[in-house]
């Protein structure tokens, strides 16, 4: 059985008028491809940060490596890596000057070969100064700098954003071969898609708290389908009071949609009698279910 | 103290105490080295000064007319705005920007999730506010005493001369105190550049203000001006224990708030 690389319990924290995140509780495990998904301001940057130390909880506590983040915020940062949302670099220095700034706070002997492997892996030029780099260029820097000390956890917030397909493909690349030589991945994106490719398993958040945790793989084959039935007149309007409807059925003239999961025979049961044009019963797709969840 | 950060922000200053020293230095230099023709032409000099309201010569240090005669009087009265102005104004932009422009610029993202402790972080930043200062102290101290020693007719007391500049240095290191304290305050990061120039130079015309009002008298007290004494021609002239004591007591407290304050400081980016 693996043991937990990010253990979260109950974790709070509030600022001002804005939301954080509430009672907040997750488990990764090591080696694994975790994913962290939710929409922009839900509370995965929040989440993250805790992690990192940069803001301090309010309530409840979280353990990296079964280190507290508060506490021992420094050993946990030698053997993570981050790679922040934006890339934000010194932009006095230059990608080598930025690197081997980065590299002096690390003890690690292999650091320089590290960013010599990395720096061609994503085509770099270390002469060039960081305030001339694109958005993209940033980003591949940043990455650098979360690798070259070969951390056992890697914590990344939206780190595709601003590379081509090309980059990220390789980035991708990198992650799995990184992960199988034991790194554990803790990925949060809005975009379910790229987690979808990479991870085993998921954590929704929803204004600040965790709504479900799942293997992507269940995730898809929920027993939850997406119903859309088309009344010959008025639709049914006990049909809402069903058990197994997920979520507030969206009326369109006569044309009823829902997320339904339960038994399909209580549902063709209940539509006994009543006068159907056209009925449609679909998979939803990854995006649906995510979206499902949301609403 | 982490010597890998300390290094990097001593080399990312440097240009900036560069010129400084270089502006300072100049303008102690070229003042002092009009001593001699003022000298030669005092009576034209002592008709347009008596013009002058007492406030504007308070403004720059003087009470006594008389003092600007002798080295000593001419370069306090000169420097004043010089070195305990600008040398303060200095220490305040460098320290309230040390700390807050990592999230200001947002590169907190990366030096704080570095392996470093806040109070490594801390700890390296303000050394280098304080070495930078006392850096900026030494070298235009030493360009004064070069002037004076050049512009001299007869002798003066170095002694007094050290005093002074111990009390400039004092004061310097308070306000790089002031500064790292106000930018531990800030919640969502700015710069603070225009607050920190204004509250030294609030500050210093509230010390001019209650010189020359003896209603405001009272209110001299609250600026740190109050407690430099250039009154370098008396010969009872001395560092005194109680102005000491307050930079010494004053700073230290600040210094240890902001460094208490940014060990839990939440860094919102």
Not at chain 2, 160 to 167: E, G, K, M, Q, V
Request: net charge neutral; with cysteine; charged share 20%.
């Amino acid at each position: 059985m693996s043991a937990t690389i990010i253990d979260i319990r109950d974790l709070t924290k509030t600022y001002g008028k804005d939301r954080g995140i509430e009672g907040v509780n997750l488990e990764v495990e090591e080696g694994e491809i975790f994913g962290f998904i939710g929409p922009n301001g839900s509370g995965k940057s929040t989440t993250i940060r805790v992690l990192l130390n940069l803001i301090f909880p309010s309530a409840g506590n979280a353990k990296i490596m079964g280190l507290d983040v508060v506490r021992d915020s420094k050993k946990i940062r030698s053997r993570t890596g981050y790679v922040p949302s934006d890339a934000n670099l010194y932009p006095h220095m230059d990608i080598g000057e930025f690197l081997d700034y980065c590299l002096g706070f690390y003890q690690t002997h292999e650091g320089e070969k590290r960013i010599s492997e990395l720096s061609e892996l994503f085509e770099l030029d270390r002469k060039r100064k960081i305030s001339d780099l694109s958005m993209g260029n940033r980003k591949k820097v940043s990455i650098i700098q979360s690798l070259l000390h070969n951390p056992e956890l890697l914590i990344l917030d939206e780190p595709t954003m601003g590379l081509d397909p090309l980059m990220q493909a390789r980035f991708f690349e990198l992650l799995r071969t990184e992960n199988r030589k034991g790194m554990t991945v803790f990925f949060s994106s809005h975009t379910l898609s790229e987690v979808q490719l990479l991870c085993r398993r998921v954590a929704i958040i929803k204004e600040g708290r965790i709504i479900r945790v799942e293997d992507i793989e269940t995730l898809r084959k929920r027993q939850l389908r997406k119903i859309s039935i088309e009344f010959d007149g008025q639709t049914d309007k006990e049909l809402p009071g069903l058990q197994g409807i997920e979520d507030i059925p969206l009326i369109t003239g006569s044309t009823m949609q829902f997320m339904y999961s339960g038994d399909i025979n209580d549902l063709i049961a209940k539509l006994r009698g009543k006068k159907i044009i056209d009925m449609t019963i679909e998979e939803p797709s990854l995006e649906e279910i995510f979206m499902h969840y949301y609403n | 103290m982490n010597k890998n950060l300390f290094l990097r922000e001593l080399k990312g200053n440097a240009f900036s105490l560069l010129i400084w020293t270089i502006v300072i230095t100049t303008l102690i230099s070229v003042t002092m080295s009009v001593y001699g023709t003022f000298l030669e032409n005092n009576s034209k000099i002592l008709a347009m000064i008596s013009i002058l309201p007492e406030g504007a010569l308070q403004f720059k240090g003087i009470s006594n007319i008389d003092d600007l005669f002798s080295v000593l009087g001419f370069y306090t009265a000169n420097n004043v705005i010089y070195m305990l102005v600008l040398g303060s104004i200095y220490a305040i932009v460098l320290s309230s920007n040390i700390l807050l422009k990592e999230e200001y610029n947002k590169t907190a993202e990366f030096l704080l999730t570095w392996p470093l402790t806040r109070s490594e972080v801390f700890n390296s930043k303000a050394a280098v506010v304080f070495l930078n200062v006392v850096l900026l102290n030494l070298v235009t101290a030493l360009a004064g005493f070069i002037s004076m020693e050049i512009a001299q007719r007869e002798p003066y007391s170095v002694n007094a001369f050290l005093i002074l500049s111990l009390y400039t240095l004092l004061l310097n290191l308070f306000f790089g105190a002031v500064g790292l304290f106000m930018s531990t305050l800030v919640k969502r990061a700015k710069p603070i550049t225009t607050l920190s120039i204004g509250l030294v130079l609030i500050l210093y015309f509230i010390h001019t203000l209650s010189k020359i009002t003896d209603s405001l008298s009272k209110l001299g007290y609250i600026s740190p001006f109050k407690y430099v004494n250039v009154d370098t021609l008396n010969p009872e002239y001395r560092l005194e224990f109680r102005n000491l004591l307050y930079f010494t007591a004053v700073s230290l407290l600040l210094i240890f708030l902001s460094y208490r304050l940014y060990k839990r400081k939440d860094v919102y980016l």
